[in-house]
Structures are given as C-alpha cells and as structure tokens.
C-alpha cells in the first residue's frame, strides 16, 4: 500500500511538472509574437512608428525594470518626438538617432 501511494504520489508530480512547462511553452510562445510584433515596429530607425504604436512599445521597452513609471514617461516622451523606440528591453540606442542623441541639461540620456 505504500509503495502505491509513493508511485501515486510521484504520478502527480510529474503530471505537474509537464503542465507547468506546457503552459510556459504557450505563455513562451505567446510572448515571442508580442515581441515580434514590437521589434517590427520598432525596428527601423527614426519616424518608423505612428503616434498609436509607442505606448505598447515602450511598454515592452520598460517592461524589466524597477524604474516603470519614469521610465514609460521618458520613452513615451522621446517616442512621441522621435516616432521610434529601440528594441529590447535597454540598450540599442543606435537604432533611433534621435532617440539616441537626446540629452538633460546634465548631459545624461533623456530616454530610456
């Protein structure tokens, strides 16, 4: 009886771990196709995007980091006068000159 409920036991198990990694391939899958969506429209430098297509750029752009609320700001921001919003999460700046080039009065990024 115990090795039945042992054997019982670890059926349940494993029929968990296969779910859970079946629903993180879909949600996965899922996810690649948003980001597919937005680097297609992210990519192609400077005027690339309409008015309508920064907010869920730069949604996915701010996405990983701990600073969300200043972060959607700026980018919204330069987006709205740059019309382009580097891929990824941070880095890629060389994508959008303006984007890029756009600086504070200290000299620092303005965009995210």
Known sequence: M???????VLLAVALLAVSIIAEHK????G??????????????????LKIYQCKPACEYRCSDT???????????KCCNTCL?????????????????????KEGRPKCP
């Open 2 to 8: 115990a090795l039945a409920g042992k054997l019982l």
């Open 26 to 29: 879909v949600f996965a899958s």
């Open 31 to 48: 996810t690649e196709e948003h980001e597919d969506n937005v680097y297609r429209v992210s990519k192609g430098g400077q005027g690339s």
């Open 66 to 76: 701990k600073y969300r609320k200043p972060c959607l700001f700026f980018c919204n």
């Open 84 to 104: 382009c919003v580097p891929s990824g999460l941070y880095g890629h700046k060389y994508e959008c000159g303006c984007y890029n080039d756009w600086k504070t």
